[in-house]
Structures are given as structure tokens and as C-alpha cells.
């Protein structure tokens, strides 16, 4: 069903209404201006040698009326002006055609208008980031440990999408068309070459890894992990192989730093900082300069977790989302550190709901009732770090005896597999280097004739310059903005609805009322109205152009009116009193006088005479009988 627009419609019908009111004015004046030219003309010809025949008085008395008759090409040789007359008769009523279309009704889009409105948020302070934190140890039923567990689910699954998007997820906004800039405190990632001291140890520390014949055909060319926490040394190690000291040359853990509170309750300082390693050599490996190979067109990164400010800028265009990051400020230099347990509320009796306890102290019984509300975003921050961490985290090796790559890892299936350092572990890129001796089958057909068996020229990509570094940290803005596309990570309350007289069910509603709550952020939305669209230079060139031709039309008319001291009209009454005096060539056949169509050709060839005799008189009875007085002229008059 369409929608009904009332104002619309009763404009189209006024400006009808006067269209057709103009043109019924326009014709009329042609036509009367017409007819005084016909009269003057009709008269004027019978009086010369060669009246004009009937059947010519015909086509030019039907002339208004009859549009069949402007076709007779022959008769309007000797008539222009009653023609071109005719003609405009006929072609005013196009302006009329014209006036509707000039005033339409248009689309108009990208009105703005500016609002202030609740735009989605992230609420750090919030739980939701993490996963359960199980109280471990009581503590004189004062308060007791909460472990850091790691990340929850709905984390992980916004890191997984953002990864296999390469882009921000749907965020919701107030109106489909609309933008909005917005200002927040959250977490980012800066990533930097290491020291050229930590590389060379990281090198050696790789070195002596590979030099070990047992570790020869599972070298790593890819590697990332957190640094480790050695309880013997009371200190965090920072190679990716921290225990090749002791014999030990397993790549243990690489996100251990997160699981050092499970059991361990002593306060760990340790800085999230995430290390990488890219040694593209160690795909061809040689055991005996292990060093060297490491060493060769090699990329050692450390990437740190800080507070800062993000300026994001969003638009909405029909739905379609274009988002803009820019991180205004790091807030700091130094790096968020890992928190491994915290102290919460206990259940025993000193704990009765009176207060809330959330802090993270160092003696035995912990504080009640001191709440750190900065906890809270820390450790959001640390499980957002984590959930993204565990993209890239792991090695990848070369497993020597099938020339296959073994991953721990998944960041093969993200976009980061597209930068300049790691372009050499595409698909593409391991089907073309396969060795010659041991090619693989995409290879070996590839260089057959068989192209279209091969297929990897299909999967063949276009050489990126994008560094590591920058895509790691655009990856990590873009996850944390994409954060916002779940409600649950937004600031809200809980809100109970009652399914039934005993059944409460709790729902958690994005809401902005409660304290703390951000501030309305001006809202800019972009409206599509319904506008009139009038086209004057149109209608005035319809109108113009028929006015003008009605005017000299007109101009002709009482010129001639004025020449002849007379006016006509194309009325019966006209027609009867000038046919009185007419005269015809020939004879009418009884049979002809009832006037019926066609008219007999006999007829149409006689000429007539307008002009009375002067030996006729003035007043004439003429009766049927006397149309076929022979000798004598026939009139056309046969009534008396």
C-alpha cells in the first residue's frame, strides 16, 4: 500500500485546473481570431474569377476542429496564415501537458540534523571480558582470592571476527543515516623493532635451540609468546626459550603470564609485553651455521599494552558503517602490568553485604570494604589483550622429513599474514618455494601444461608493503573498537522481567541513566525529505511560446476585424444568414439534401459565391422546387 501525501495531491490537482483553464483561453482566442481571418477570406475570394470550391471551404471551416483537415497539404498552399492559425489551435494544449510535469515531488537527502543522543559505549569497569575468577583461598572469612582465569568466550569471538574481517564489526547506531565523534579511555597496542641487545640474545637463545639435533627438523621460523615466570630465579624470562640453560628445549607456554595467580598468590609485577619473531631463513635450514641463518633477514618485535585515548569517528550511511580511528595520546609509557588474583568479598559473618571489598594488597587479610574501582578496567584490559594475543601467539615450524609447516599458532588464518614480513608463509608462497628435488603437487603442475589443474595462479596475492608492526596495531584498534557491537559490553543495568507470578528473569539492557554513565554525544543525522521540485524555465518556455503565438493570432484577428468593420464567429446562426446569399456552381441533387457525409465529389469540385447579386434583392423565398430552375445559379439556401 503506498502512503497517502494529501498536500501533494491537491497541488497536482490546482495547478491541473489552471493548466487547463489557460489552455481553454488560449484556444477560444485562436479560434475566434480564426474565423475572423476565414470570413474575410471566403468573401474575398468569391469575388474574383475562381472562387474557391466547397470542398477547399471544408478543409479550412474544419480546420479547429478537425485535425484530419491541416493534412490536406494542397489547400493550405494558398491559405499560411489560416494554417499556421490552425496549427497553434492544435499545439497549445502541449503547454498544459508540460504544467504538471514542472512541479514534481523529489528525494532530498543528506539533511542534517544534529541531536544529542546515547551512542554505544564500552563500559570497562564491567565484568564481561573476563572469564569466571574462582575464589581460591579464604582468608579468616575476611575476604578471599579471586584468580584471574583468563578471557570469556564473547571476547574471544569479537577477536576472531575482527581477525577474519580484517575490519570493525556492525556497531548499532541511533538513526541508519547518521555520525557521531566520540573520545574514550581504553587499552592499545604499540609495537616497536626490540633493542639490538635483546635481538642478539633472542638469536642466540633461537641458535642454540636449532643447534640441538633433536630440534633440527622442527625449527620454528615463526614465534611469538609472553615472557615466562621462572619461581626458581623469582623473575621473568624473557627468551622463547627460556629453559635451554637446563636442558629443557620444549617451547613451553607462550601466555603463561597470565596463569601464574592459579596457585600462586604471592604479587607478581610483570609488564604485558608481547614478543615476535619472523626468521624466514629456518624454512631452509643448515645445522651447521645455525647462527647465521638465524641471523639473516630477520624481525624481532615487542609489543606493549598502555592506557590511552582513542578519537574514533563514525558514519552510517543507509546502514553501511565507515569507522575512523585516531589514537589522540598514549596517557602513559608505561606498560599495563598483568594482574594475577585480586581480593574480593568473603562469605563468613564479617561480610554481611554492608560494604564491597575489591582490591589488590599485599598482606595476608587483604582490606575490607576497599573498593579499587581501577581493577576492574585493568583487568579488561588485560583479557582483552589476552583474547587477542591468542591469535598470534604460538610458533609455526618446518617439519623437516614432509617439508609441511606445523602451527600452534593461528595467525596464518588472519589479514596479518598479508604484510611484508610474513608474505612468505602464504599458501602461494609455499607451493612456489617447494624445493626442486621434493616439489609439491601444486607445484609440479604448475609447470605443466595443465594450467588449468594447478589453480595457484588463482591464489596468487599482490606484494604488500604493510609493516608487521602497524597492522598488529591497527588489528588491536579495530578489535577494541569493535567492542562496542555487543551489549553486554556496554554500559547497562540489570533489569528483571516477571514471566510469570514465581519466575523472575534477569536481562541486561544497555542503559545510561545509572551513575558513571557516559555523557549524550552529539548525534548528527542525515534525513531524506520529500520536497516540491518546480521547474519554472520550463513552464515558462510551454506558456511562452503559446502565449506569444496566441497573442499574434489575436493581433490578426481584430486587425481584420477592423479592415472588414465586422466580426464573425463560427456559429450555426453565422453559417445560416452568409449561406442566404451563397451561390453553387452547380446543381444540388435532391438525393444530397439531407447533408450526409461524404460529401459528393460533384460537389466538392463546385465553387461557391458568398457575394450576393444585385439583381437577387433582399428578400428571397426559395422552396425546394426552385433548386432545379434550370438556368438559373443554385443557391444553397433551400428553406425559407
Not at 615466570?229 to 624470562?237: E, G
Not at 437577387?616 to 423565398?621: A, E, K, M, R, T
Request: hydrophobic share 40%; aromatic share 10%.
Amino acid at each position: 500500500m503506498g502512503v497517502e501525501h494529501p498536500g501533494q495531491q491537491f497541488n497536482t490537482a490546482i495547478g491541473t485546473a489552471f493548466a487547463f483553464l489557460v489552455k481553454a483561453a488560449f484556444v477560444l482566442a485562436v479560434s475566434t481570431a480564426y474565423y475572423q481571418v476565414f470570413w474575410k477570406r471566403a468573401k474575398q475570394d468569391s469575388k474574383i474569377d475562381k472562387p474557391p470550391s466547397l470542398a477547399r471551404l471544408d478543409t479550412t471551416f474544419s480546420a479547429t476542429t478537425s485535425i484530419i483537415s491541416l493534412f490536406n497539404i494542397f489547400v493550405w498552399f494558398r491559405y499560411p496564415l489560416l494554417f499556421l492559425m490552425a496549427a497553434t489551435v492544435w499545439l497549445i494544449p502541449i503547454a498544459s501537458i508540460i504544467t504538471p510535469a514542472t512541479l514534481s515531488v523529489s528525494l532530498r537527502e543528506n539533511v542534517a540534523n544534529s541531536t544529542m543522543q546515547q551512542v554505544p559505549q564500552i563500559d570497562f569497569s564491567n565484568l564481561n571480558f573476563l572469564a569466571g575468577m574462582p575464589s581460591t583461598v579464604r582468608v579468616n572469612g575476611i575476604s578471599l582470592f579471586y584468580t584471574y582465569n583468563g578471557v570469556s568466550q564473547l571476547a574471544k569471538k569479537i577477536a576472531m571476527g575482527v581477525a577474519a574481517q580484517n575490519a570493525i564489526l556492525p556497531i548499532s547506531a541511533p538513526f541508519p543515516n547518521s555520525s557521531w565523534a566520540l573520545s574514550f579511555s581504553g587499552a592499545s597496542l604499540k609495537c616497536n623493532p626490540v633493542s639490538s641487545s635483546d635481538s642478539l640474545n633472542f638469536q642466540a637463545n633461537i641458535a642454540q635451540y636449532v643447534k640441538n639435533p633433536a630440534n633440527c627438523n622442527t625449527a620454528a621460523t615463526y614465534l611469538a609468546w609472553f615472557p615466562r615466570f621462572d619461581p626458581t630465579q623469582n623473575k621473568s624470562l624473557m627468551e622463547p626459550y627460556p629453559q635451554i640453560a637446563q636442558g629443557d628445549s620444549s617451547f613451553p607456554n607462550p601466555q603463561a603470564i597470565f596463569d601464574i595467580g592459579i596457585g600462586n598468590f604471592s604479587k607478581l609485577a610483570q609488564d604485558a609485553t608481547l614478543y615476535i619473531a619472523v626468521i624466514p631463513n629456518m624454512l631452509s635450514i643448515n645445522p651447521d651455521n645455525p647462527l647465521g641463518l638465524v641471523g639473516g633477514n630477520v624481525t624481532m618485535l615487542q609489543c606493549q599494552l598502555h592506557n590511552s585515548t582513542d578519537h574514533t569517528k563514525f558514519n552510517y550511511v543507509n546502514g553501511a558503517q565507515t569507522v575512523s580511528i585516531n589514537l589522540a595520546k598514549q596517557e602513559t609509557d608505561e606498560t599495563v602490568p598483568v594482574i594475577n588474583f585480586v581480593r574480593g568479598p568473603g562469605s563468613g559473618k564479617h561480610d554481611a553485604g554492608m560494604c564491597t571489598t575489591l582490591n589488590e594488597v599485599d598482606d595476608v587479610y587483604g582490606r575490607t570494604c576497599v573498593f579499587d574501582g581501577s581493577l576492574l578496567s585493568r583487568l579488561s584490559y588485560q583479557a582483552i589483550l589476552q583474547a587477542f594475543a591468542m591469535l598470534v601467539t604460538g610458533n609455526i615450524t618446518l617439519v623437516k622429513n614432509t617439508n609441511g609447516l606445523s602451527d600452534s599458532t593461528s595467525i596464518r588464518s588472519t589479514s596479518l599474514l598479508n604484510t611484508k614480513e610474513l608474505q612468505y608463509l602464504t599458501d602461494y608462497a609455499l607451493h612456489a618455494n617447494t624445493p626442486d628435488m621434493q616439489p609439491d603437487l601444486q607445484n609440479k603442475l604448475r609447470l605443466s601444461n595443465m594450467s588449468e589443474v594447478s589453480g595457484m595462479s588463482r591464489i596468487q596475492q599482490t606484494t604488500s608493503n604493510q609493516l608487521l608492526q602497524d597492522a598488529i596495531e591497527t588489528m588491536f584498534q579495530n578489535f577494541t573498537v569493535s567492542l562496542m557491537s555487543s551489549s553486554a559490553l556496554q554500559y547497562a543495568c540489570f533489569h528483571y522481567d516477571r514471566i510469570s507470578y514465581d519466575l523472575l528473569i534477569e536481562i541486561r539492557r544497555p542503559v545510561y541513566n545509572s551513575a558513571g554513565a557516559p555523557p549524550k554525544t552529539m548525534v548528527t543525522q542525515f534525513t531524506s525529505q520529500t520536497v516540491y521540485v518546480y521547474a519554472a524555465d520550463k513552464l515558462w518556455a510551454a506558456y511562452g511560446v503559446a502565449a506569444i503565438f496566441t497573442l499574434c493570432s489575436v493581433t490578426v484577428g481584430i486587425l481584420t476585424i477592423l479592415a472588414d468593420g465586422a466580426s464573425y464567429s463560427n456559429t450555426f446562426s453565422t453559417v445560416l444568414r452568409v449561406s442566404r446569399a451563397a451561390e453553387l456552381s452547380t446543381e444540388v441533387k435532391e438525393s444530397d439534401l439531407d447533408g450526409r457525409d461524404p460529401v459528393p465529389s460533384y460537389l466538392a469540385k463546385a465553387t461557391v459565391s458568398t457575394s450576393r447579386r444585385k439583381d437577387q434583392g433582399d428578400s428571397l423565398n426559395w422552396t425546394k422546387e426552385s433548386v432545379n430552375i434550370k438556368g438559373l445559379p443554385t443557391r444553397m439556401a433551400w428553406w425559407t
